[in-house]
């Protein structure tokens, strides 16, 4: 059988379509339920309001620095765009100085604001710039004008030290203090501010806002400044005390060089003194400044910027005054210059000064060095008394001035110049220059008697003698050298009051004088000066003098004088051989009366003593034949002194003086005229002196002791 029989097909799945997919509804959303809120707990309650507040904070802080920012950016942008070229910041006075020059040159005193010229960072002595880096600002460098670390630091101290961190150290860099130095660019003006001083503490308030602004300011000077030019600023801008208005002042001012030349110790000294200019200057307290500047000096080795052994050898080897800054010498004198010249070139200046004066150093040594003796051998310890001495030439030139115990003040009372105080028998040579000028004779008599004078509204006044006695007839010669009062109120009134108060008035007593009979016996008040240049007028043979210590006055750096000496002999007052002829009465004075104490051996010495009523004032007044000197001695209250007279201690003071000037002078004769009819001056006995001398009799002491006695009970000591 072939083919296939019965044979069925192959299986084959049959095709099928497959049903669409039904559509399904949309799921509804399903809703979730809200998470439960998170509990906090009770701390979480408390610190939640905490939470915001600095959210709130942050993102209020964050904005207001951006402003803040913005802002300083823009005040450092109007800063740095405003500054000046540095030639014209280096000198911020707004007045000048005067620099005042002894009768040989050289330099004893200063006033004003001094400022020694620009210097550069780069030339002053590497020590110096090291010093002041190392004692301001350690990191001048590396900082863009705020040190922030030093400031923060600053600011923790403070607030530990007292609460408010922007009061005390400041921690502020040398650019910021610079800043300080400009104000911000804020020029002295006489309308905002009362003076220097004001404005200058205004500069330096502390405030925040003045911190912003500080920093600004700061900013501005790195962005528009090198770093040296900043510390060139600095270096000529900062006060260092007594004047001295930059490092160059300084520097000639303490220690007589340039600042480019000062070592190590004067180089510490200085930058000792930026914390306390005035409180640490070497000039009021050299052991204060230069324990500061110990200090300074290991800050300079802590550095780096000295050896252990430069340290060492500069420790040892403090810095010491130049001599003028240590002498400090005419003090008195300088203020007196200054006070004799227009304002507008003396205290007043805008410009620098150079007045030379008459005064000579070595007698104004001797005057300070004789008063100091005669006050620590001669004086009881605790003495409040004063004393006051000039010296000068016969034409009025000054050669030394003390004007009290205080030989290094400053800006003090003067007592050569400006005390007024009764003169006493030291007025007497006038009234005997007036009868000399008339014709009398040294040798005319006079009475010495109990008199009694009346003055209108006065009533009767009846003088006497010191010792309480009288002699009698005496010469004109003897009433002097005795200092005998009642036959000069009679040669006053012989010759005529009026006569007498002219001559002293011409001789330069401008002080007002008595009207009656008292004018003979000193009972009006002048100064230490005008006796003392009136004093003068007789030395040079009978022309008044006008005192003077200004001799001329030029600006720094010109040539010519602006101002020249206006004082020295005037017009003739008495003929010369009057003025001969006192002058030999008043040498009789010192040799063998009431001035012998003011002797000086080897010289001719004319002189006389001066005892007010209560003993209140005691003057001795009197000259060679090259000075005269004055020598006035009391208290600034009138207390009356115990047991001094002119021909004492102020007689000691003058011949201590004295002794000191002609040391080693050949001695010169004074120009005096020995009367014709003068016969060898008979010695005084012992028994008695009269006028203002010592040397009594028993009797006498006893009753002149018991007076003092009396009169130390009624004072109280």
Request: charged share 20%.
């Amino acid at each position: 059988m072939t083919g296939r029989r019965g044979s069925k097909p192959p299986l084959v799945a049959e095709k099928r379509s497959r049903p669409a997919p039904k559509k399904r509804k949309a799921a509804k959303p399903v809703r979730r339920r809200k998470a439960a809120p998170k509990r906090r707990g009770l701390l979480g309650t408390l610190l939640w309001p905490f939470k915001w507040l600095m959210i709130l904070f942050w993102r209020i802080a964050w904005r207001g620095t951006l402003v803040v920012g913005l802002l300083v950016g823009i005040g450092v942008f109007y800063y740095a765009s405003t500054l000046p070229p540095i030639d014209e910041l280096v000198d911020g006075r707004t007045r000048g100085s005067v620099t005042l020059l002894d009768a040989r040159g050289e330099t004893f005193a200063w006033r004003g604001d001094q400022f020694g010229g620009m210097i550069r960072a780069q030339d002053v002595n590497e020590n110096l710039r090291n010093a002041v880096i190392a004692t301001e600002d350690k990191r001048f460098y590396w900082h863009f004008g705020v040190d922030f670390y030093a400031t923060g630091a600053a600011m923790v101290r403070n607030y530990r030290n007292g609460g408010n961190p922007l009061s005390g150290a400041g921690g502020s860099s040398l650019t910021q203090q610079t800043a300080k130095l400009l104000c911000f660019g804020r020029p002295f003006d006489p309308n905002t501010w009362e003076d220097e001083t004001a404005y200058e503490a205004d500069c330096r308030r502390t405030t925040l806002w003045r911190k912003v602004q500080e920093a600004t300011y700061a900013f501005a000077m790195e962005a528009r400044y090198t770093k040296e030019e900043i510390l060139t600023i600095y270096l000529n801008r900062a006060y260092l005390g007594a004047g001295s208005r930059g490092f160059e002042a300084a520097s000639q001012r303490y220690f007589g060089v340039s600042a480019r030349e000062v070592n190590a110790p004067q180089s510490a000294m200085l930058a000792g003194l930026l914390q306390a200019p005035s409180a640490r200057a070497p000039t009021r307290n050299l052991q204060r400044a230069q324990d500061r500047g110990a200090t300074v000096l290991r800050l300079m080795r802590d550095e780096g910027y000295l050896t252990p052994q430069e340290e060492a050898i500069a420790q040892a080897n403090p810095a010491t005054l130049s001599q003028a800054a240590r002498a400090r010498a005419g003090g008195y004198f300088a203020d007196w210059v200054m006070d004799s010249g227009p304002s507008f070139f003396t205290d007043g200046t805008t410009e620098d000064v150079i007045i030379r004066t008459t005064l000579d150093p070595r007698i104004q040594t001797a005057a300070e060095e004789a008063l100091v003796w005669v006050f620590e051998n001669k004086v009881r310890a605790g003495s409040e008394a004063q004393a006051a001495i000039v010296v000068m030439s016969a034409d009025g030139a000054v050669r030394a001035m003390v004007g009290g115990r205080d030989l290094t003040a400053s800006g003090a009372f003067n007592r050569a110049t400006q005390a007024l105080r009764q003169t006493g028998s030291a007025f007497k040579p006038f009234v005997f220059a007036t009868a000399l000028d008339l014709g009398m004779s040294p040798f005319d008599i006079l009475l010495d008697e109990a008199t009694c004078w009346t003055s209108p509204g006065s009533g009767e006044w009846c003088p006497r003698n010191y010792t309480g006695r009288f002699e009698g007839e005496v010469t004109m010669v003897e009433a002097l050298q005795q200092s005998l009062n009642i036959p000069a109120v009679a040669l006053s009134e012989l010759v005529g009051r009026d006569n007498v108060r002219s001559v002293a008035e011409s001789f330069g007593i401008v002080s007002e004088l008595a009207n009656g009979p008292a004018l003979a016996l000193g009972a009006s008040e002048s100064t230490l000066i005008e006796m003392t240049g009136a004093y003068a007028g007789i030395l040079n043979g009978g022309s008044a003098v006008k005192p003077y210590g200004l001799v001329e006055l030029r600006l720094a750096g010109d040539s010519e004088p602006l101002l020249t000496a206006t004082g020295g002999i005037r017009e003739r007052v008495i003929q010369e051989s009057a003025a001969r002829q006192l002058t030999w009465m008043m040498y009789q004075v010192v040799e063998g009366g009431s001035g012998r104490r003011a002797g000086v051996e080897g010289w001719e010495i004319a002189g006389k003593t001066g005892t007010t009523q209560g003993a209140r004032d005691a003057w001795f007044i009197g000259f060679s034949g090259d000075y005269v000197a004055g020598v006035w001695m009391g208290y600034d209250n009138n207390t009356p002194l115990t047991g001094v007279t002119g021909s004492g201690l102020p007689a000691e003071i003058w011949h201590e003086t004295m002794a000191r000037v002609l040391s080693g002078l050949t001695p010169t004769p004074l120009p005096m005229e020995v009367p014709t009819q003068a016969v060898a001056p008979q010695p005084q006995p012992q028994t008695g002196q009269g006028g203002d001398g010592l040397g009594f009799t028993p009797e006498e002491a006893d009753t002149i002791i018991n007076d003092l006695l009396r009169e130390l009970q009624n004072s109280g000591g």
